[in-house]
């Protein structure tokens, strides 16, 4: 079973919209992490947000934030007011357990900012 | 520069040679992990190493892959009688241990083409 679901291959959105990413997640551990990666055509991997599963309030870092739905296991990255620069891969991942573990990802989606 | 290095950028050989990635981790960190990303796909764990502790190799696809690590330093993944289907980008990453939320940092990856 996919640990990481990102059911949106692709997104179009205009400039200084607001843009929803979906990732859900699934695991029985009751400590994990979720974190999102945004990675650009340059290929590097870019840190953008964390929600850990004991985290009372959503995470927000600037213009990102995750909604972060423990019950239905979902992790929804939101960018506010999207600029041109926010084009490439997003990438949502899971670490279970506490402390430093692996992660894994999912397939990412690709979103694609319009003038 | 104290970000994550990896070496080389880029690698070309023919199919059955073995090759040899380096990655050279963020100043203190004890994890160290690697990854393999697949054109236009998300990453896929393959190994990591926690300080003393034994590497957690559960995600080599192969005995071909090895990979070793001096200390809290320098890692490097091996992979032998390289095959077509190793074509790929290989990304090392590095994070603090046992701080909860910490990310994982990562290099720019190796990219690696079989012939």
């Known amino acids: 079973a996919q640990k990481i679901t990102q059911t949106q291959p692709g997104m179009f959105v205009q400039e200084k919209e607001a843009v929803t990413l979906d990732c859900t997640y699934d695991?029985?551990?009751?400590?994990?992490?979720l974190f999102w990666y945004k990675q650009p055509s340059s290929g590097e991997m870019i840190f953008l947000i964390y929600?850990?599963?004991?985290?009372?309030q959503n995470a927000t870092e600037g213009r990102y934030s995750l909604n972060f739905q423990k019950a239905r296991k979902s992790a929804n990255l939101v960018i506010s007011a999207s600029q041109l620069g926010d084009s490439a891969m997003y990438f949502c991942?899971?670490?279970?357990?506490?402390?430093?573990?692996?992660?894994?990802f999912g397939q990412g989606t690709r979103l694609t900012i319009n003038p | 520069g104290a970000g994550v290095s990896q070496s080389p950028s880029n690698k070309v050989t023919e199919k059955g040679k073995d090759v040899e990635l380096r990655c050279d981790p963020i100043?203190?960190?004890?994890?160290l992990y690697w990854y393999r990303q697949r054109l236009g796909q998300g990453l896929e764990f393959l190994i990591y190493?926690?300080?003393?502790?034994?590497?957690?190799k559960s995600g080599l696809p192969s005995d071909r892959f090895s990979a070793e690590r001096t200390g809290e330093s320098v890692s490097t993944l091996t992979i032998q009688r390289t095959q077509q289907e190793d074509s790929a980008v290989y990304l090392c990453?590095?994070?603090?241990?046992?701080?909860?939320?910490?990310?994982?940092?990562f290099g720019d990856g190796t990219r690696l083409s079989i012939l």
């Open positions: 990453a590095s994070s603090l241990a046992g701080v909860a939320g910490q990310p994982q940092h």
């Open positions: 695991t029985s551990d009751p400590s994990y992490g």
């Open positions: 929600q850990g599963s004991y985290d009372q």
């Open positions: 991942a899971m670490r279970e357990g506490g402390g430093a573990q692996k992660l894994v």
């Open positions: 100043s203190g960190h004890t994890a």
């Open positions: 190493f926690q300080g003393n502790s034994a590497p957690d």
